[in-house]
Structures are given as C-alpha cells and as structure tokens.
C-alpha cells in the first residue's frame, strides 16, 4: 500500500506561515493580484474584502514576527479591528491557514478551523466551511496550490487535496484526492473530469519576483 502524505513547503523548498517583513510584502502582493486589483491601496468604500485580507496578514506578521512589548500592544489592536471586521464580513478565518494569493470571493460566512492548511492562489466563495471530523479537532484538510473552492462546499476531516483542484458548488469532501488539476463534486465528492482549477484561479505568486530562499514565502504541496 503506497502511504501518502501533505509536506508543507514553497516553491522554493522552506517551510509555512510569514516570517519576515519580506514575507509579509510578498503576501499582501500576492493577494492583492489574486484579488484583480490594479491600484496600490483600498478605496474607502468597495474594497472590504481586500481590506480584510490585509488586516488578516498583518495579524499574521505582528504574531510570527514582532516580539517586543510595543509591538504586542499593537498587536492587540490590529486583532481587534481584524476581529470585528470578519464579525461584519461573515468570516471565521484563523491567521497562518492561507498561503499568498488568496481570493475570497464574496462577503458571507466562510468557517475554516486552525488547524487547516490551505496553499497559495486558492479561490474561495461563500457558505463554506473547512473543518475538522467528529473522531479527532485536530485533524483538519490539508488542501494544496491553486485550488478552486465553489459556494458551498464543506471539507471535513483528515483530507488531503492535491494541487489545481476544482471543487463544484455544494460538495461535500469526506475523502482524500491525490490527483492534480482534476474537477470533483456531488455529496459526497468524487471526480468528474480533468479540467481542474485553471481559468478559475489567478496564479498570482508566479508573477512575484522570487526573494532570497531564507525569506521565501510558504506554500502547501501535496506530495506522495
């Protein structure tokens, strides 16, 4: 029996979450180009999603990476903004569970457990929730790069999605797929065809300059 198994690498070999200022710089780019804009900053009205993604990774940052007594008083803050603007968004979204490149679609409740790993440039619309199963809470789905999560879905358990995956609206993912670039759906899920996620995810991080591999940013691989 061939035993698989998630390793949480980047593209560059070094492991997950933001761990510099650089890293941090990569991810807000990369977020932002996944998101389709094409300005700098966030307007002051119509841009409350992208302003939460950047409150998100600012959290990231001043948790991984500012230790001293005023940065933590600060840090304070920025959870608490980031705290009341997934309240207003619908969102229950830990920090350090998304790679660089990510894109939520729309406003809406969107519940994803701490201890799911999800790798860069995913997609990811309303009503789904990404959750631990009923036998252990601290089994989550390791999902990969590039992978398209339609309105809906629910992922539960200790799942591991390959990379480039399309999961259709309303799924349910109670099992493992190793197979790249492949679409799944139905309840429960299973394959369908071998369009997989392209066209249907921005491939941000691809179009960032590479930083030095001691401050490269994360991303998650399915590997066999």
Not at 58 to 73: D, F, P, T, V
Not at 133 to 154: E, F, M, Q, T
Not at 172 to 196: D, H, L, M, Q, T
Request: aromatic share 8%; net charge positive; hydrophobic share 40%.
């Amino acid at each position: 029996m061939r035993l698989q198994a998630v390793q949480i690498i980047n593209l560059w070999g070094v492991s997950i979450t933001i761990k510099s200022k650089r890293d941090y710089d990569l991810y807000i780019e990369a977020d932002r180009l996944a998101l389709g804009k094409n300005y700098k900053r966030p307007k002051l009205i119509g841009d409350e999603i992208w302003k939460f993604q950047r409150l998100l990774r600012k959290a990231e940052y001043y948790n991984n990476c500012q230790k001293s007594l005023i940065h933590k008083l600060y840090s304070k803050y920025i959870f608490f903004r980031f705290h009341r603007m997934s309240i207003h968004l619908g969102y229950s979204i830990p920090i350090n569970v998304f790679g660089p490149g990510l894109s939520i679609a729309h406003r809406g409740t969107i519940v994803v457990n701490k201890d799911a790993r999800i790798g860069e440039n995913c997609r990811i619309h309303a009503c789904t929730n990404i959750g631990s199963g009923r036998d252990s809470v601290l089994l989550a789905p390791k999902i990969g790069n590039c992978v398209y999560i339609g309105p809906g879905v629910k992922i539960f358990g200790n799942v591991e999605i390959a990379d480039n995956i399309a999961i259709g609206a309303n799924s349910v993912v109670n099992k493992s797929f190793y197979e790249k670039g492949i679409s799944i759906a139905g309840v429960p899920a299973k394959k369908i065809n071998n369009k997989g996620s392209d066209g249907m995810v921005i491939t941000a991080t691809k179009t960032i300059s590479v930083p030095a591999l001691h401050e490269a940013v994360e991303r998650s691989t399915v590997i066999q």
